[in-house]
């Protein structure tokens, strides 16, 4: 596969987290000669929050991490495998995630409820549990070997680039660390994105206010990527907290050295869902769309993701068609109020549609050059209230046809 | 474009309708050599009854039928122009409408309420008002000329092939005759799909029956079809019923008589969708799917959307790919009830996926042949409630690539 033209230039830098260690493994489980098993194991006390597929039909690792989730025990270990999502195997496949989650507990000493788990891949097909269950032993054998590079490697399937992050803060003269992975990069839809992320911070905090801030991060972050508007039945974000910076943990809502952490785990997860939609199955356009003046906040996202996911839209960019026609069809189709005639549409800055009509002194020549380039900027005022919202896609290719109508063989 | 390999390999005899006149003309709107403008003329006394797009961002065109329609009056006329869909061209896009319904009612000595009008093709584009005015003087100068067949081909953009069926059933006696024609390839995608039908018929009936019948009629057909999930700002269904056969008029919801007109109908009506769906863009397969055991009707009719609307699932048809974990995914993404472990899948009669997991038995071998075929047959047994739907799609294929990425030029 072509590597995306997105694909960042420059590797962000990983500094290690106090209380994370990782270990990766070459556990052929479909791949050849490519990592395919992470091990993360986690410092006692590690408070763990996340969000989680709403597909009905969640593979049995998601169904595994909502169950511990719930506990709200402590997160002990983290295990991802790629090759194979492990997902409607039947029974085999329950047991799969039983056996897994209790061999990771033996093997590093902690419970089987302290075990969060992702598998990723084909679905539908056998898991090869021998393989995995080899693969968690010769990782606990290298535990701490591991980088958050290698890591993200791991558990990439059709990615065409691994995808990692990492900002910190200043907290009472402490540095903070944030670092994410993530790998994705088809059946991207909210809720959620068909996507793994896993970050790993040293801040000290309660449960409670960890998983409220994640929720929130989710919703302007993974909930606000499409690649094809399909859902995955694996999708998962969990946020691991070792509480080893030196200073006292968060444990009130209004605490206000919540702010700084708060805007890190926004930024970061803004940046690997970006990272995700720049690895879009065949991408050959970033896409950013704004909308503005819609009903309310949720109405805007509807219509955002209308545009987002319409495959005419989608087509038109890949072919470089300013065709604001078809964004207007879109608006139409999202359900939400709108008024054809108070609709105002730009592409790349360029005010192309006026009160639902093409603007008198149309100039198409700088909206085409603008449809030339790799970053495409859609934004529609719906002329009717104050609801905003902003989504990011990807163009829908002759390349995402080919990677999907042949991707088991 | 090359020619959908589901084409009618004989076309359908289309007998005349007592009370409808047909002409059709190049009136040159944007193709060249091709008609593209169908003008008919309709008995006094005829009753309309429609369905039109729920697009919020509609056409004037569908705006203006939407109005004569609630007015309830008789039909005297309809307009179809294709190469334009006079969409979203502002103030000026609003006094074509005008112009022409009051140009078609002056020229046939008719109101402008009983004028009904449609506009297809490009959007966003100011629509040729000269050249429709024109178009009318001569198809008003060879009222009559026109068949259905001609009527099918002049209403066609992307299509490649007319779309014309005709069917008659006998009441008290009498042949009554309800012809169909539509238009419609791509955009497709309830509610409604983006497409045109007119059906013409004999029957003597009231208006409040016929709406209420063709409104049922839609949800199995015209509703049930799906090519992209994009919805159009232009559909319009309308029935034209002229009341010329020698029976006494239905008024009565209870009359028996209407039995074997709404098989009729129902049939038509179905006939003419498949016949969307087969000349779906870029189409190389045509797919039923048939959902069954869902919680109600309604649930089974978004589970089976769902599943016809998934880019991966349609891209996997392409592909010659039995992935029932695509359809599985498809089903979870839905929204509605669903348990992955009661999940029924069949593709071609062959069980797949049983208890939400693969046969035990599972032999490939059939299942592969079968997706190698022109139709496939995909059936899902919810296995919670007795809710049924069936829809109809095509898969997803370069060809749609091709086409839509370079529509405008």
């Not at 270990?77 to 507990?105: C, D, P, R």
């Not at 992702?118 to 269950?133: F, H, N, Q, R």
């Not at 869902?273 to 690895?279: F, G, P, R, S």
């Amino acid at each position: 596969m072509k590597k995306s033209p997105f694909a960042p230039k420059r590797a962000a830098k990983m500094p290690p987290i106090n209380g994370v260690e990782l270990a990766v493994t070459e556990a052929g489980i479909k791949y050849k000669l490519r990592t395919d098993l992470l091990l993360a194991k986690f410092t006692p006390d590690t408070v763990v929050a996340g969000c989680l597929t709403k597909s009905k039909t969640a593979s049995g690792a998601v169904e595994w991490c909502r169950n511990n989730l719930k506990s709200g025990k402590q997160a002990r270990a983290l295990i991802v495998n790629s090759g194979n999502a492990n997902a409607f195997t039947g029974a085999a496949g329950e047991k799969s995630v039983v056996n897994i989650g209790a061999t990771v507990a033996t093997t590093l000493g902690c419970e089987p409820g302290e075990v969060y788990q992702s598998s990723t891949g084909v679905i539908g097909e056998p898991l090869p549990v021998k393989e995995v269950l080899g693969g968690i032993e010769t990782c606990a054998g290298q535990m701490g070997e591991g980088t958050y590079q290698t890591a993200a490697n791991a558990i990439m399937t059709t990615d065409t680039f691994p995808k990692f992050t990492s900002r910190n803060c200043q907290i009472e003269g402490e540095t903070i660390t944030l670092n994410g992975i993530a790998k994705g990069s088809g059946m991207i839809a909210p809720d959620m994105a068909t996507m793994l992320a896993y970050l790993f911070t040293d801040m000290p905090i309660s449960q409670p206010i960890l998983q409220k801030l994640v929720s929130k991060a989710v919703e302007a972050s993974f909930n606000s990527i499409t690649v094809d508007s399909d859902t995955s039945t694996s999708d998962t974000v969990l946020v691991f907290a070792t509480g080893k910076a030196a200073i006292s943990p968060v444990v009130d809502e209004k605490d206000v050295r919540l702010r700084p952490f708060k805007s890190m785990l926004n930024r970061v997860m803004k940046e690997l869902a970006l990272l995700i939609v720049k690895d879009g199955e065949g991408i050959s356009k970033f896409v950013t769309i704004r909308v503005k003046g819609a009903k309310g906040k949720r109405a805007a996202k509807r219509i955002a993701l209308s545009i987002a996911n319409s495959p005419l839209v989608k087509t038109a960019i890949a072919g470089e068609d300013p065709n604001w026609g078809r964004i207007v069809m879109a608006v139409g189709k999202a359900g939400e109020a709108a008024d054809r005639d108070l609709l105002n549409i730009w592409m790349g800055g360029h005010l192309v549609t006026q009160n639902g009509g093409r603007v008198p002194d149309y100039n198409e020549a700088p909206i085409a050059e603008h449809m030339k380039g790799e970053t495409i900027i859609i934004e529609v005022d719906i002329g009717l209230g104050r609801g905003k919202a902003e989504v990011w896609t990807c163009d829908l290719t002759h390349e995402y046809i080919s990677i999907n109508a042949d991707y088991r063989s």
